[in-house]
């Protein structure tokens, strides 16, 4: 079984995304920048904005972080997004979500205009996504897609099963791997015969939030596995997926931790920089 090492791949990406800013930077006269608007204390949120901060940091993105109560009302977070969508030094515009409840997370997230839209959450980027006229895709499946390809995962005409359908996650992971030529099926709560489903897959991609819910006896031999889970186990971090059981069938497998994770933000960066080279003269 081929170990599929996430961290390691995310971290050879941030070094070529090193001198991808840099050049930016020389051509530009300016930092590439993510602009990044947490609203509310959520202790999650709070973490993934500090991870995103330092990850723009150390490849030489530009962070400008907005920090707002969790009682913001609408009106005032609209025009943070509108002004941000007209600022030049701002490349990419990053919305954390969760949103509080009495914000519309739809409406907010349309003010952000699709070339800036580095996570990929806009009706238009998903919609150029579905139709395979390019736009920028969520970073949690782009990561996975660079992590099949950077360890020749054969995706045309393969049996790709995706379990789990969220606008972050599954949805656009089947599309992704639609558009790469693999045969896919999507799996989700009310699938019936999920084991049989599964068991079928050449990739089998877990993305649900149920700690082990891939066991070995739902994967063929010499299938690749992506992990996508992230679970918390009496104080562990699991995936999905059974690691341990299977890991005597599947031919690739990313672990949990240092599998999927560290690619989601090496991805958004990559998307940010992607976003500033589209503005270069
Ligand atoms: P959601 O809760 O939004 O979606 C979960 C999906 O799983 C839904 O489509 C749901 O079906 C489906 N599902 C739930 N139970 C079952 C079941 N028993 N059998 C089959 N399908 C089921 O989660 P996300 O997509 O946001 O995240 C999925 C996982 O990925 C989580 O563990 C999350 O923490 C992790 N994650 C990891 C990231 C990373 O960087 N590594 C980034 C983002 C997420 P239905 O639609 O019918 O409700």
């Not at 995706?155 to 996650?169: D, L, M």
């Not at 031999?221 to 005597?248: P, Q, T, W, Y």
């Not at 990559?270 to 503005?279: F, P």
């Amino acid at each position: 079984m081929m170990l599929i090492d996430g961290k390691r791949t995310a971290a050879d990406i941030r070094a070529a995304l090193k001198s991808r800013a840099e050049a930016f930077e020389r051509i530009s006269g300016r930092r590439a920048g993510l602009a990044v608007l947490l609203i509310g204390d959520d202790p999650a949120s709070e973490v993934y904005v500090r991870n995103k901060e330092r990850a723009c940091e150390e490849v030489g993105i530009a962070s400008y972080s907005y920090r707002l109560p969790g009682d913001t009302g609408e009106k005032e977070a609209e025009s943070l997004i509108s002004r941000l969508a007209k600022e030049e030094k701002v490349d990419g515009i990053l919305v954390q979500l969760p949103l509080p409840s009495h914000l519309d997370e739809k409406k907010l997230l349309a003010l952000i205009p699709p070339e800036k839209d580095v996570d990929g959450f806009t009706a238009e980027n998903m919609g150029r996504l579905a139709r395979h006229e390019g736009g920028t895709a969520a970073c949690t499946p782009r990561g996975v897609m660079e992590l099949l390809s950077r360890y020749d995962v054969p995706i045309r005409g393969k049996h790709a099963v995706v379990v789990g359908r969220s606008n972050i996650v599954g949805r656009p992971m089947a599309l992704l791997l639609l558009n790469a030529d693999a045969t896919v099926t999507v799996c989700h709560s009310k699938t019936e015969d999920l084991k049989e489903i599964c068991r079928s897959a050449d990739i089998l991609i877990a993305a649900v939030g149920r700690p082990r819910l891939i066991t070995a006896d739902m994967v063929k031999e010499g299938a690749a596995v992506i992990d996508v889970g992230v679970n918390r186990v009496d104080g562990k971090l699991v995936g999905d997926v059974d690691f341990e059981g299977v890991k005597e069938s599947a031919a690739y497998l990313t672990p949990v931790p240092g599998g999927v994770g560290p690619m989601t933000i090496a991805m958004l960066l990559t998307s940010v920089i992607e976003a500033a080279e589209r503005k270069m003269p």
